[in-house]
């Protein structure tokens, strides 16, 4: 199996902030790597696929890169309804494998 | 606009069984793999199962392998979870969503909870 390690587990930071988040697999996955936001009592919501690529109707302020075994995720300008949790995921094999999430707290 | 709807959840008993649904519409449910994930309550969110288009593929996480069985009707628009020999530690909300391209999910439903206590 694949382990995702998430860091940091809990982030705080301010509206308006650049905000980073990182993800990290135990083996190459290429770029077969997604994120998602997920709010308290919500579905998961897909933002980010294949590593970089920007899910329809995201706002642009969120960004994803890396290959291989680290990837980030980046919030350029915080905004109120991006306090979440967020996770990454392997699509490289099965088992599919998600990170132990990030939570974006207020700060 | 895409839907997938849960149901079936519900509290059994340790060794019990349960049959999740998910109910599809607004899309081609039978032109899409249909995964199920779950979240144990305050935890991160754990792959089940997958199941391709025509049933021609399925896969299991090796924490359900041989109690869980997925399944689908496409005629029905419908997915289906059997839970047997259910086990405290299968707590938690399960979601069914559908994969997009490869195997990462671009629609999720609102999620149906499974509770195993005696």
């Known amino acids: 199996d694949i382990q995702m390690t998430q860091s940091p587990s809990t982030l705080s930071a301010s509206v308006g902030d650049r905000v980073t988040m990182t993800c990290r697999a135990r083996?190459?996955?290429?770029?077969?790597l997604a994120w998602y936001q997920q709010k308290p009592g919500q579905a998961p919501k897909l933002i980010i696929h294949?590593?970089?690529s920007l899910q329809s109707g995201v706002p642009s302020r969120f960004s994803g890169s890396g290959s291989g075994t680290e990837f980030t995720l980046t919030i350029s300008s915080l905004q109120p309804e991006d306090f979440a949790t967020y996770y990454c995921?392997?699509?490289?094999?099965?088992?599919?494998?998600f990170g132990g999430g990030t939570k974006v707290a207020i700060k | 606009e895409v839907q997938l709807v849960e149901s079936g959840g519900g509290l059994v008993k340790p060794g019990g069984s349960l049959r999740l649904s998910c109910a599809a519409s607004?899309?081609?449910?039978?032109?899409?793999?249909i995964n199920w994930v779950r979240q144990a309550p305050g935890r991160g969110l754990e792959w089940v199962s997958s199941?391709?288009?025509?049933?021609?593929?399925?896969y299991y996480a090796d924490s359900v392998r041989g109690r869980f069985t997925i399944s689908r009707d496409n005629a029905k628009n419908s997915l289906y979870l059997q839970m047997d020999s259910l086990r405290a530690e299968d707590t938690g909300v399960y979601y069914c969503?559908?994969?997009?391209?490869?195997?990462?999910?671009?629609?999720w439903g609102q999620g149906t909870l499974v509770a195993v206590s005696s």
């Open positions: 294949k590593a970089s």
């Open positions: 199941i391709s288009s025509s049933s021609s593929y399925i």
């Open positions: 607004g899309f081609s449910f039978s032109s899409y793999s």
């Open positions: 083996q190459s996955i290429s770029t077969w």
């Open positions: 969503a559908r994969e997009a391209a490869a195997y990462y999910f671009d629609h």
């Open positions: 995921q392997q699509y490289n094999s099965f088992p599919l494998t």
